[in-house]
């Protein structure tokens, strides 16, 4: 039984929309989600979590339905999205205080331990967290209640190198026993290749590819032509073109 599975999902703004997107994620993976900005990453991880209402399509999670066992798939859930809207002035030993309350499994020993490793001061007010800070602060959140599926979005966005690297190694961590998996989208191909099992690339709201990395990798080619022999029939196939001085 896989952890998600995602089947035909659709969801349409006035100017935009994604169109039957299908996945599954298994117990142990880690899965990268990518595409340029605006190509539906966000918006189908919204989709999944029924932060947004999808027009059409089905969502089970842990064997459920989703919107029909919302609070239970929740429970089992860690979540980042791209924002931080915590209130500013409170201190993050408050915010964490209120928040613990919503999850039955929420391991107080595990909290502790990512904020040692994160090295956050549960004193300090969200205010005076960096960008960086405030990532960090959120996914130890996400972290610490026993989630089985973790859905992050951009998570090492804002980080620097030594803090990225630190986080993926939690995230080889979390999955290593088979049990857990994570779904993070990213900008970021370095993180892919060291964590990532599978792939999801996404363009113009349309899932163009979703396979494991070295798959997805070998399936993609950069062609280099001179102008002049340029072959225009292969745009059709081109995910990107660019034109230089003296080559596409």
Not at 40 to 63: A, C, D, H, R, Y
Not at 131 to 143: D, E, F, H, R
Not at 176 to 189: A, N, P, V
Request: proline residues 3%.
């Amino acid at each position: 039984m896989p952890l998600l599975d995602v089947k035909n999902i659709t969801k349409e703004y006035p100017s935009f929309a994604i169109r039957d997107i299908s996945f599954t994620i298994p117990k142990g993976k880690i899965i990268g989600l990518i595409g340029k900005n605006g190509a539906g990453k966000s918006t189908t991880l919204k989709s999944i979590l029924n932060l947004v209402p999808v027009n059409q399509g089905e969502i089970e999670m842990f064997g459920k339905n989703f919107l029909t066992e919302e609070i239970y798939c929740k429970q089992q859930l860690g979540v980042v999205l791209g924002s931080f809207d915590f209130y500013k002035e409170k201190k993050i030993k408050d915010i964490t205080k209120v928040t613990k309350r919503f999850y039955s499994q929420w391991d107080e020993s595990a909290y502790q331990k990512y904020l040692a490793a994160f090295s956050l001061d549960s004193e300090k007010k969200v205010k005076e967290l960096s960008a960086g800070m405030q990532v960090k602060y959120s996914i130890a959140l996400a972290l610490s209640h026993q989630a089985k599926l973790l859905i992050f979005d951009e998570p090492t966005s804002g980080l620097d190198p030594v803090s990225r690297d630190d986080l993926i190694s939690i995230f080889l961590q979390i999955v290593k026993e088979g049990q857990r998996s994570i779904l993070f989208s990213t900008h970021i191909t370095s993180d892919l290749e060291k964590c990532a099992d599978d792939i999801l690339y996404i363009k113009d709201g349309h899932l163009i590819k979703a396979a494991p990395k070295a798959e997805f990798i070998d399936s993609f080619q950069y062609l280099k032509t001179a102008e002049d022999t340029h072959d225009l029939s292969l745009e059709e196939i081109m995910i990107r073109m660019e034109g230089k001085h003296y080559d596409f």
